[in-house]
């Protein structure tokens, strides 16, 4: 979840700069590298619902329902 989030934030911190007023009205930079931060954060969680997924099928062949993990 760390990491979701650092990578969730490198998009505004990083867009806000690339915003110049030449780029004006539609600042392609900027909305290029949110953009970009937002795809890496949606595989990033991907990865993680699969591993928990993971996780959770082989604590129920375990037989160990007390170790389940939340996948929402």
Known sequence: MTILNLVGQ???LLGTRLY???DAPYYVRGM?????????????ALVLRRLLA???ARTA??????RFVLIL
């Open 54 to 56: 993971r996780e959770n």
């Open 10 to 12: 490198c998009g505004p």
């Open 61 to 66: 062949r375990e037989g160990r329902a007390d």
């Open 32 to 44: 290029v590298v949110c953009s970009a931060a937002m795809g890496v954060v949606f595989v990033l």
């Open 20 to 22: 110049p007023d030449a």
